[in-house]
């Protein structure tokens, strides 16, 4: 399908979203493993996989084996968003006559392996591949796997296979999510190290704890370890997984069992039982509310860019904001795409370009082949014309497609036809033209507005806010309605940037929390926060909640 | 008079390379039993078509369900003991359970040697008694039981050609000629080979030579016996023994499987359904086997009541109960 990052992140939003209506409505199934697979999948459907929803069984498909198929849900919502039949047939998931059964069945199309008897997927990926080598095809055969199933002794027998008969066109990715029915893998089978206590996140972060990805290594197999959230890297180890010959690839992708929703990430509780109805919508808007930071190098060391991207990848950013000037459409001059090339060899996290130039029609290939995964340009210095060729060509490329409006400037008439396109629209909340300025308080109000237009107008992407945001004002700059922050001198500027960064996600998540305790207190009162506060078990998010909800007089 | 004794396995692997020769989509796999159930032919004849995936019999059998999915039609092989005893779940939900349309269960064929008690030496772990009740019980599978080695080759034959999951039965050791090389084999319809009026002897495998010998006996006592070779053991010929029944009365059945969920009570569910009749089921006792010499294989049969005698005098207390 080749889409690019961002719409990536938007179908596995959706698919996300249904994963919960289906299984709300079925009253039973599994979203945990749905969620800690969604962008893996994400990146399978929607980038790599050659099918045709249409004609299902296309002899020269590519083939998606689910071998843990108690993830039926994650992976029917993904079919369905990838238009192998209608969204709302999620609504008869488990149903008697239904074609989405309680386990991937060949009664719904696109689905390649009747999954549920655990461990068994890779050897049947194995009997495709070796198929497909008979027949000298070309197409592939992309694997998923559970850490829990992983207990079974035929997974092994099958990484033996594997490397005795040089299985190189068949992908598996291993969905590490670290969970398993009882509880943790890691108490249950351990697969790295046997976990003492009840603190999953030391495991998750000590990278010499994990021991799975030589298991596979001394099976003869090409090890990619990654975090199975982050889409470029997903990305990035299925290209050099397809590269790879001679050798079967598995990447070892480290998960959140129920990525996406507090309650539910990391907790053995949610392996396989369904929301309750009452709190489907909250956690619907929570899907609505993942957010991204990106920080913009110019506020660092513009002679040492290279080592502000280092920090930025050290940082744990989401992508990185490159802050493109002209000298022209602002007075500044920071660097054009020929920069932008020198530094992307050196990380594949996102490069979110921000083209502050006049006519940027004339440049915008520059910026594609330079290796920007969005590009986003000015309303200012755009038309119909030459924005509608804009969008075309970076839509074409696989890249983002972001507007900005500077603080004077208001959404455009001719905009709006191309606002169901967009993946990002830059809402600037200082002038443009250099770093450090400070926030201009009306953005809020104008955010706030534009909500409203946006949604009108089928708007699904991200709002960036940009400009003077810091701590003081990214969770206003949250509530307001963005979901992508760029920060310069709060974040670049500071020392520790690991540090600032995971503090900005914690203000924001301070905000996203109010707007839910907020929703649960809208639909059901005082009750409907109770219940859903006392759905995080883990940690002590709890305690956390409890309070900001006497705080906001709702407990 | 002297038999001529002819292997199966042999059969099955020059059965295999007639077929690969004409059929390309025919792919072979062993785990480590390649050289005993002589497909290890086919490997040399075919080596990009054979796969031997070592000692791992549920990854055996789900590689073939692979490939089937894939449009291979796959021939996996191994021992009895190792396929659907230690497979159920495997075979269940890889190759019988997967079905899109009209196609149900996916085109996989296991074969195995050393079915049931004769294969002696081995000892009763190695004896499987259990596999027609575990296989037939699998919605979607054809299960079959050849007589001798014409049965192997026609029915090898006809499972390439036939859609869909299928099981068929060896034994280990050399079995007469039962069949005439123009017999025709249909899945799902017995085989008269003796017609009769007093007794049927409804028999599958190497106890359909026993049968015969049975009927033999019984006729210089002026009994005349029916002698049915039930290969099919799933889809059964229900309209056979229905027959069988009105006609002759009374039924034995004799097979080296246990008798609960065997050939036995697939004939008797049948004919209790259809024509109820007397019916004696030989078989093993709901009981292990245990090791025999190759000489002594008739006394370790003889020892759970499966012979010629044993039949004969079975095949009379049935007949006085009619």
């Not at chain 2, 075919?46 to 692979?66: K, Q, S, Y």
Request: proline share 4%.
């Amino acid at each position: 399908m080749g889409m690019n990052y961002y719409q990536i992140k938007k179908n596995a939003r959706r698919a996300r979203k249904l994963v919960i209506r289906g299984t709300t409505a079925a009253g039973s199934g599994h979203p945990g493993g749905s969620f800690s697979m969604a962008e893996i999948m994400g990146c399978l459907l929607y980038k790599y996989m050659r099918y045709d929803p249409k004609n299902p069984l296309w002899e020269d498909r590519d083939r998606l084996v689910l071998s843990k198929g108690h993830a039926s849900p994650g992976l029917f919502s993904n079919l369905a968003v990838a238009g192998f039949f209608d969204e709302a047939e999620i609504d008869t998931l488990r149903k008697l006559g239904s074609r989405l059964q309680g386990h991937p069945d060949y009664k719904c199309p696109g689905v390649e392996f009747c999954g549920g008897s655990l461990g068994i997927g890779l050897s049947f990926s194995i009997g495709n591949a070796l198929a497909a080598k008979i027949d000298s095809k070309n197409h592939r055969i992309f694997t998923i796997i559970g850490d829990g199933e992983s207990d079974e002794g035929q997974v092994w027998e099958a990484a033996m296979t594997g490397a005795k008969y040089k299985v190189d066109n068949m992908t598996v990715i291993l969905d590490r999510n670290f969970i398993q029915q009882d509880s943790y893998t890691e108490k249950i089978m351990p697969l790295d190290e046997e976990l003492t206590g009840d603190d999953l996140s030391e495991m998750w972060k000590d990278a010499s704890r994990w021991k799975l990805g030589d298991k596979w290594r001394s099976f003869g197999w090409n090890v990619i370890e990654i975090d199975g959230h982050r889409i470029e890297q997903i990305d990035a180890a299925l290209k050099k997984a397809t590269q790879t010959r001679n050798t079967p690839s598995i990447i070892v992708a480290r998960t959140v069992k129920g990525k996406g929703v507090e309650h539910m990430e990391d907790n053995p509780k949610w392996h396989g039982v369904a929301p309750k109805k009452e709190i489907a919508p909250i956690i619907d808007l929570e899907l609505d509310c993942q957010f991204m930071i990106a920080p913009s190098i110019i506020a660092g060391d513009m002679a040492n860019l290279e080592n502000e991207v280092k920090r930025c990848v050290e940082g744990r950013a989401d992508y990185i904001h490159l802050d493109v000037m002209d000298g022209q459409f602002v007075q500044n001059t920071t660097f054009d795409h020929n920069k932008i090339k020198e530094l992307r060899p050196l990380t594949v996290i996102p490069f979110d370009a921000h083209l502050m130039i006049n006519e940027p029609v004339k440049h915008v290939n520059d910026y594609i082949n330079a290796g920007c995964d969005i590009v986003t340009v000015h309303a200012e210095v755009c038309d119909e014309s030459s924005f509608g060729e804009i969008k075309d060509t970076l839509r074409q490329n696989q890249v983002g497609i972001g507007l900005a409006i500077n603080p004077d400037t208001n959404l455009p008439e001719w905009s709006f036809q191309f606002l169901s396109d967009l993946d990002q629209l830059i809402v600037m909340s200082v002038v443009p033209g250099k770093s450090g300025q400070k926030y201009i308080e009306s953005t809020h109000q104008k955010t706030q507005d534009l909500v409203k237009v946006l949604t009108e107008h089928k708007f699904d992407g991200f709002i960036e806010a940009d400009g003077g945001v810091d701590l003081t004002n990214v969770g206003q700059c949250f509530t307001d309605g963005a979901r992508a922050f760029v920060g310069g001198s709060a974040i670049i500027g500071q020392k520790d940037v690991r540090g600032v960064i995971s503090d900005f996600r914690k203000e924001i998540l301070k905000a996203r929390r109010k707007l839910l305790i907020k929703k649960a207190y809208d639909l059901g009162g005082r009750d409907l926060v109770n219940k859903w506060i006392e759905l995080h078990l883990i940690g002590d998010k709890k305690t956390q909640l409890i309070q900001m909800a006497k705080e906001l007089g709702y407990s | 008079m002297s038999e001529t004794l002819t292997d199966m396995r042999s059969e099955y692997g020059k059965t295999l390379i007639e077929i690969g020769k004409e059929n390309p989509n025919v792919v072979v796999l062993g785990a480590d039993t390649t050289d005993s159930l002589k497909t290890l032919s086919f490997g040399k004849e075919f080596p990009d078509r054979f796969f031997n995936v070592g000692i791992a019999e549920a990854n055996l059998v789900t590689v073939a369900a692979g490939l089937a999915y894939a449009g291979k039609t796959p021939f996996a092989s191994t021992y009895a003991i190792f396929l659907p005893g230690r497979c159920v779940d495997q075979i269940r939900n890889a190759i019988a359970y997967p079905s899109r349309d009209d196609k149900n269960g996916l085109n996989v064929k296991l074969v195995v040697s050393h079915g049931g008690i004769s294969v002696g030496a081995d000892g009763g772990s190695h004896q499987q008694i259990e596999d027609i009740a575990i296989m037939r019980a699998i919605p979607h599978l054809t299960v079959l039981i050849p007589a001798d080695t014409i049965a192997v080759s026609k029915l090898t034959w006809i499972m390439s050609q036939r859609y869909g999951p299928h099981y068929m039965r060896m034994a280990r050791s050399a079995t007469p000629l039962i069949h005439q090389e123009s017999q025709e084999f249909e899945i799902g319809k017995g085989i008269v080979l003796r017609d009769g009026t007093d007794c049927t002897i409804a028999a599958c495998g190497i106890t359909v030579k026993m049968a015969l010998d049975a009927a033999d006996l019984l006729k210089k006592e002026g009994i005349s016996c029916r002698v049915i070779d039930g290969f099919s053991i799933k889809p059964i010929d229900e309209n056979l023994l229905e027959k069988a029944a009105k006609e002759t009365g009374c039924i034995v059945t004799c097979e080296e499987h246990n008798v609960m969920g065997g050939f036995g009570s697939a004939v008797s569910e049948v004919v209790s359904e259809r024509h109820p009749v007397p019916i004696k089921r030989i078989g093993v006792q709901d009981k292990f086997g245990e090791s025999a010499r190759d000489n002594e294989i008739p006394q370790l049969l003889e020892k759970h009541g499966i012979s010629s005698i044993n039949i004969a005098k079975v095949a009379k207390e049935a007949r006085s109960r009619k």
